[in-house]
């Protein structure tokens, strides 16, 4: 784009040269636009399924405990179960 600079304005190249790199300029940003976009959409996609499988895999970590590891009040069922739900909403 500097090139651009270069040429006199009254040059028949000036016009020619100045629509070429602004449409490369929209070109990019329409690229990084769609690219982000993409990015966003696999970045949340992968997040939901990898908080899924930790809750998953924690429940049914507290699934097999021995009974008596829930008379711990702050394992209590329902403490646990907000644990697990802790963000949904």
Known sequence: MVFVLMIPIDD???VEQR???VSMFA???GGMFLFTFI???AFGYGSENLVKTIRVKLFEAILYKHIGWFDNKDRAP???GNVIQE???
């Open 27 to 29: 070109v990019l940003c």
């Open 19 to 21: 629509n070429f790199w």
């Open 39 to 41: 990015q966003k959409l």
């Open 78 to 80: 329902g403490v646990l």
């Open 12 to 14: 028949p190249r000036f």
């Open 87 to 89: 963000d949904i909403a």
